[in-house]
């Protein structure tokens, strides 16, 4: 057995804390959760929204696609802090949505974050259905598929770049600093629980405030939900595609 002073000195150092975090272990876990769930329902809706459209807009031939295509592209590349602000107009007091006292709130951060992911997950995912030959197409009609049918199986074939689409829009989301920032106010209560605050505007704030270790671990953090996040992904596109099948 170890000698009592010997003890004592290991009890010591294993008390004494790798980063002192403000208020504990709450401002980090309570960051953590108000950047995943702003992130993860911002992704979800705008997934919802963009794959349709991307099917839309591959299946069908009209006048303007291109243009169409193009204004999904440009808009991969729209600058965050003008998204932001542009949404800080629209919950204002004086936009159209005041009256909902969307103000430094998480849903008006989803809002943004909608934005912002939509065109990365449409544009991604339009890529890859029109990726998809034109055989495959083709054959599922040939089978006395439905439309829906045809659908279907053209998701199948672009599972991964569907998946891609969402992961990037993922990315985007829950990496932003500028537009969560300008709608979000960046809020955290006196007790360190997080209202507004997420991991890249925390990480932000400490590192302005030379808290580099604590800045660091939020960092990897961050680093590791997406890590998580994108495997997750990954697993439930090969699952979907291991159950499902081609046209019956």
């Known amino acids: 057995m170890l000698p009592t002073d010997a003890l004592a000195v290991f009890a010591d150092a294993a008390a004494v804390p790798v980063v002192e975090f403000p208020f504990e272990s709450r401002y980090l876990l309570s960051t953590i959760y108000v950047s995943l769930y702003v992130s993860v329902i911002a992704v979800g809706l705008s997934t919802v929204a963009s794959v349709p459209l991307a099917l ?3 299946f069908s031939e009209f006048r303007g696609k291109r243009l169409v295509t193009s204004v999904i592209n440009t808009g991969m590349g729209f600058p965050s802090v003008v998204v932001g602000l542009l949404v800080l107009v629209m919950v204002s007091s004086q936009g159209p949505l005041g009256h909902l006292d969307l103000v430094f709130t998480k849903r008006a951060m989803i809002i ?5 992911a939509t065109p990365p997950i449409t544009g991604i995912a339009l890529a890859a259905v029109t990726g998809v030959r034109e ?46 920032l300008i709608v979000g106010g960046n809020i ?61």
Do not use: H, P, W
């Open 135 to 180: 055989d495959v197409r083709d054959a599922a009609f040939a089978l006395g598929g439905t439309r829906a049918d045809v659908a279907l199986t053209v998701v199948k074939e672009a599972r991964y770049g569907i998946a891609t689409a969402v992961l990037a829009g993922f990315g985007r989301a829950i990496s932003e600093v500028g537009s969560v």
């Open 56 to 58: 839309a807009v591959g």
């Open 188 to 248: 955290a209560s006196a007790n360190g629980i997080s209202k507004t605050r997420t991991l890249t505007t925390a990480i932000r704030l400490e590192a302005r405030q030379g808290r580099y270790e604590l800045a660091l671990v939020l960092g990897a953090v961050l680093v590791a939900v997406v890590l998580v996040v994108n495997a997750v992904v990954v697993r439930l596109g090969d699952s979907k595609t291991s159950a499902g099948g081609g046209l019956r």
């Open 112 to 116: 943004s974050q909608f934005v912002l």
